[in-house]
């Protein structure tokens, strides 16, 4: 999606305001610049020379995208932190944006994405959320959410049918780089108002009305976002359904998945070392086909060869390759067998089945050797070759070749202040302050916390890592922070003295103090006060504390208000810059919010000296 976006970008550019081109020429050089061999593969020929002209001219930075964008008529957050090397995505939902959709068959097992999903995006990571993340991700255990675990039903819904929540506290704020989001979260639920229990069949469509489903899940969450850290809170948990409810703190798909294979009919060989005839791309070298992660691969032009030595002379039945797009095209190809290397005898000629994306066998005879040379010639359209893995195996005893039953697992270091997880399938509980993830960085409580955590048997596989809140729980609540990049030491440190600290976690305010910048996020859920502020109505606050100035924000998240007050607690302000529709007297903000819309109104005042000291 984002190369398709990048490709619209390039064919419009010749058509907008000069103004705009500059502004979509950063935009490009900034997402390309770290994968320029890839999109020059992928793009139309006749975009190749003016991408490449963007690419080499000098006077052209990469867009800046360090900040929090809300997109408050969209239900949705972006918070970029280029100095951290993350950026950090929030999906929302309210009673004006559908929480998801599945129409004509698609994202049918969408349920949750909507309901606070989170997206951590890092430079070592970012293809975290391709194509296979959302083909293998467990639907029920979605980054962000709070879930009850009772069975859902796939269904595609025709549009217009989709849910939308009661609730109509969604929104957020922003200050410079930081931000608060919130949602009032009402599961999906459909008592018949949408359809029956035979619900509406469109067959023009292939989509139905909304299914029945029972669910009585509701929650109030709040993200704060700062630096080098989230913090997720959530307050006012309540079920009555008989249902386990349970809070996803993450669920990532791993960078290294191992796949064994047990009961196999025959010997699997480990090569000693691979080697390619070719390597164009320094990401996709030779040692990727047999590292026995389906998450690499070797690619090149064809003709273009692997080498796999066996160390010694074997005697040989099988070979099995998992073709990269396999499923999507067919590869013509050949395997041959040798002593030494240089003489070699043909085992194998013929095109892989174009059918699937995991192992194709390939029978190679009663046949012996220490090399296996895998030589690609084309592919579907296309004359690249590419290959995720490549495995050699021993001749069947039975004659009959079987890969017996595959099982995969993550193979990053799970560790938390209570030591190395030794990680499986099977859930764990720890009773922690902070658990790392190898790849990735860590997730911090700022009370101890029993989380539970598995690797999941797929391919590939996904560590999940959540919070139990037991049965139709009353007034729960969590507290947890995403720590992106920082090591296992720095986590250790991080516990020591974290950068923030959790003011209020309730069902009337939720609240997050940023010690270094001296930002404050407050969330009123209904009007009050907290410290020395007072709101005369529900609205989310934002301000930044510094030596001779603050700055204050406020939206009004439910777009139902028409005018809002936010009292400071001080007088001693000057407002120096300030927006259209709002007025600040004595100390009070008064804010007009008919047809804001969720927008922030930012305001920025001067502390005045009082006795020749600036204000406090």
């Not at 791993?254 to 990401?283: H, L, R, W």
């Not at 160390?311 to 040798?338: L, P, V």
């Not at 579907?380 to 009959?400: L, Q, R």
């Amino acid at each position: 999606a984002g190369r398709d976006v990048i490709i619209a970008m390039l064919q419009m550019m010749p058509y907008q305001r000069p103004e705009h081109q500059e502004k979509m020429k950063s935009i490009v050089k900034y997402h390309v610049s770290d994968s320029a061999r890839e999109f020059y593969q992928y793009i139309p020929v006749s975009l190749i020379a003016p991408l490449k002209e963007i690419m080499e001219d000098d006077t052209i930075l990469p867009y800046e995208y360090d900040g929090t964008k809300i997109y408050h008529k969209m239900d949705r957050v972006v918070h970029h932190q280029d100095d951290q090397n993350y950026a950090f995505g929030l999906a929302m939902s309210s009673s004006r944006i559908y929480n998801y959709e599945s129409i004509t068959g698609y994202n049918t097992t969408g349920w949750y994405i909507g309901d606070g999903m989170t997206y951590v995006y890092t430079d070592s990571d970012p293809q975290q959320y391709e194509r296979d993340y959302w083909q293998n991700v467990n639907p029920y255990r979605m980054p962000g959410t709070t879930v009850d675990t009772q069975e859902r039903e796939a269904a595609s819904i025709a549009q217009t049918n989709e849910y939308l929540s009661h609730q109509d506290f969604v929104g957020g704020v922003s200050i410079g780089g930081n931000g608060v989001a919130a949602m009032r979260l009402e599961s999906y639920h459909c008592d018949g108002s949408w359809g029956t229990n035979d619900y509406y069949y469109y067959p023009s469509t292939n989509t139905y009305n909304a299914p029945i489903h029972d669910s009585s899940l509701v929650a109030k969450k709040s993200w704060f976002m700062f630096d080098d850290e989230i913090v997720a809170l959530g307050a006012d948990i309540n079920s009555a359904n008989g249902i386990n409810v349970e809070t996803i703190v993450d669920n990532r798909k791993s960078f290294a998945t191992k796949i064994m294979n047990k009961g196999a009919s025959s010997t699997e060989f480990t090569p000693i070392e691979t080697v390619a005839s070719v390597t164009p791309e320094v990401d996709n070298p030779a040692e990727n086909a047999t590292d026995g992660d389906m998450n690499t691969r070797w690619a090149a032009e064809g003709p273009a060869s692997l080498t796999i030595d066996l160390g010694e002379r074997k005697e040989i039945g099988y070979a099995t390759i998992a073709f990269y797009n396999g499923a999507k095209r067919q590869t013509t190809f050949d395997i041959q067998i040798s002593d030494d290397g240089t003489a070699w005898k043909k085992a194998f000629s013929g095109k892989s089945g174009g059918k699937t994306d995991g192992f194709e066998a390939f029978e190679l005879g009663a046949v012996s050797g220490r090399y296996v040379k895998y030589t690609g010639y084309e592919s579907t359209g296309s004359t690249w070759v590419s290959v995720n893995e490549m495995k050699v195996y021993s001749p069947s005893p039975t004659g009959e070749f079987s890969l017996g039953d595959a099982e995969s697992i993550g193979m990053e270091q799970v560790q938390s202040d209570e030591g190395n997880w030794s990680m499986g399938y099977d859930a764990r509980t720890r009773d922690v302050q902070f658990v790392s993830l190898e790849g990735f960085g860590g997730y911090y409580f700022p009370e101890r916390t029993t989380v539970y955590a598995r690797k999941t048997n797929t391919n590939p596989s996904f560590f999940e890592l959540w919070m139990d809140h037991g049965v139709d729980p009353k007034g729960a609540s969590y507290a947890y922070a995403i720590l992106p990049g920082k090591t296992v030491a720095e986590l250790q440190e991080y516990t020591k003295d974290p950068d923030f600290l959790v003011l209020e976690n309730n069902a009337s305010i939720q609240a997050v103090r940023e010690k270094d910048t001296g930002t404050v996020g407050i969330v009123f859920w209904e009007k009050g006060e907290f410290g020395s502020y007072k709101a005369s109505a529900p609205m989310i606050v934002m301000a930044k504390e510094e030596e001779e100035n603050v700055t204050v924000s406020v939206s009004d998240p439910t777009w139902k208000l028409t005018e809002g007050t936010l009292d400071l607690g001080r007088e001693n302000l000057k407002l120096t810059s300030s927006c259209e529709g709002v007025t600040f007297a004595d100390g009070v903000i008064t804010f007009d919010f008919e047809g804001a819309c969720g927008k922030t109104f930012e305001l920025h005042f001067e502390k005045e000296k009082v006795c020749g000291i600036k204000s406090r």
